[in-house]
């Protein structure tokens, strides 16, 4: 593991996506936009590496701040485990105080330490000033994460320190479950709790996590990618462009995702950005299982409450996401993850499920042509019917009658309804393509 480490906005965010040769990291100019570590394995010179960035340390200023304190704390740990630390300063700015003094902690690091002097562009091969050459560390690289000078030798250097692959990083089919909702139900919560470890920071402040958090996990019921995204918000509630970022990074994961885990807050009710959320599932044709958090809040200030019932009427709010499996506990359950992984592995299996042609046309094309249904006057038959593609599940039909756009779409419908009926396809969303032969 390389974990880049340092004060806050002295480029690390710009380093790690630079050597992941993706923007993975929000980067903007606001101090302290990276809160919790993110991961992502990269190939540094043919040897593959796990790379961390982490949030920015401030060991000097305002030690009461929770958020501050919580940042650290998380960075802190990886630095103990990490097998080399890339210790990034700012090259255009002289030595602080909090340099110095996270100088002398790691000094009792008895990992190898590089020392990164980013941020200068067009003149890496100038001497630097002596008080650098003072911290004590070598090897040290002058860089410019933004523009890329300096950066070659950067790996080399990386690559040579870092001792083979400590870790195996096998190529296993993963899952990717995207952890969707508004800031503030609980999703980082959820989060650590599926993971069994507080990977996430969990705060009160809405807005805590802003990029998209990533942890593999394996379980009986199948191997995952989890992902923590932000919080959305409607865009003309954006009050900083961390906020826009934020938003961008969870639509990016949830269309890589195969299922969204939408959370939701039952004692908020469903809420117009709810449905937003929830409609944007059904665009991107996910698999989804709505998790309905905080019961035990729900059942502590509400006792005669219902479950069965509140789960029924949250069902009905979000009617247009019909096909999605419902499921209600709390993140905070440490039996949590015995019901979610089955529910999960599930959904997964159904979204890669692909039904026999002999099947669909001797009981599905049958029932259907069974209906009676008309279009314009005429009988409606269908004469061929298969499955065309998995994730998600796609069928194309042949008939005698197409109809109009609004008609296909009534008929694709009718077609869904019937093919849910006789299969299970409980979590999964199912297109209909109609044509006339």
């Not at 690091?109 to 990164?116: H, R």
């Amino acid at each position: 593991m390389v974990a880049i480490i340092g004060k806050t906005n002295v480029g690390k965010s710009t380093l790690f996506n630079h050597l992941s040769r993706k923007k993975i990291a929000i980067v903007d100019s606001h101090p302290g936009v990276t809160r919790d570590f993110l991961e992502n394995v990269v190939d540094i010179e043919g040897k593959k590496v796990k790379l961390v960035d982490t949030g920015g340390l401030e060991i000097l200023i305002d030690s009461q701040n929770e958020m501050q304190r919580k940042i650290e704390e998380k960075a802190w740990e990886v630095i103990e485990k990490a097998d080399l630390l890339l210790w990034v300063l700012d090259g255009r700015e002289n030595l602080t105080s909090i340099d110095w003094e996270l100088a002398s902690w790691l000094r009792k690091i008895k990992n190898p330490i590089v020392v990164a002097v980013n941020k200068r562009e067009g003149i890496t091969n100038e001497i630097l000033p002596s008080e650098f050459f003072s911290l004590g560390f070598e090897p040290m690289i002058q860089i410019s994460a933004s523009h890329g000078d300096g950066l070659r030798e950067l790996r080399e250097t990386i690559a040579r320190l870092v001792e083979g692959n400590r870790e195996t990083y096998e190529d296993k089919h993963r899952i990717p479950i995207a952890i969707v909702g508004k800031p503030n139900v609980g999703k980082s919560t959820l989060y650590n709790s599926l993971l069994g470890k507080e990977r996430s920071i969990v705060s009160s402040i809405p807005g805590t996590t802003r990029d998209a958090l990533y942890s593999t996990l394996d379980t009986t019921f199948g191997y995952y990618q989890l992902i923590d995204t932000p919080g959305l918000v409607a865009r003309p509630k954006f009050k900083e462009r961390i906020d826009f970022y934020a938003a961008v990074r969870t639509e990016e994961s949830l269309q890589g995702a195969t299922i969204a885990l939408l959370v939701i807050d039952p004692l908020q009710g469903i809420t117009h950005q709810d449905k937003k959320i929830a409609q944007k599932i059904k665009e991107e044709k996910k698999g989804c299982l709505v998790f309905i958090n905080k019961i035990d809040l729900v059942l502590q200030h509400h006792p005669s409450v219902q479950i069965k019932k509140l789960m029924e009427e949250i069902r009905r709010d979000l009617s247009f996401l019909s096909y999605a499996s419902f499921f209600a506990g709390s993140a905070i359950s440490p039996s949590l993850s015995l019901s979610i992984f089955p529910l999960l592995a599930g959904i997964t299996t159904r979204y890669y499920q692909r039904l026999k042609t002999s099947f669909l046309n001797e009981k599905i094309r049958e029932k259907i042509n069974e209906e009676g249904w008309k279009v314009k006057g005429k009988a409606f038959r269908v004469y061929y019917l298969h499955q065309k593609n998995v994730a998600p599940p796609r069928f194309y039909l042949s008939a005698n009658i197409s109809g109009t756009e609004k008609e296909k779409e009534l008929l694709a419908n009718r077609i869904e309804k019937i093919i849910r009926e006789e299969g299970d396809w409980e979590g999964v969303p199912i297109s209909i393509e109609l044509s006339r032969e």
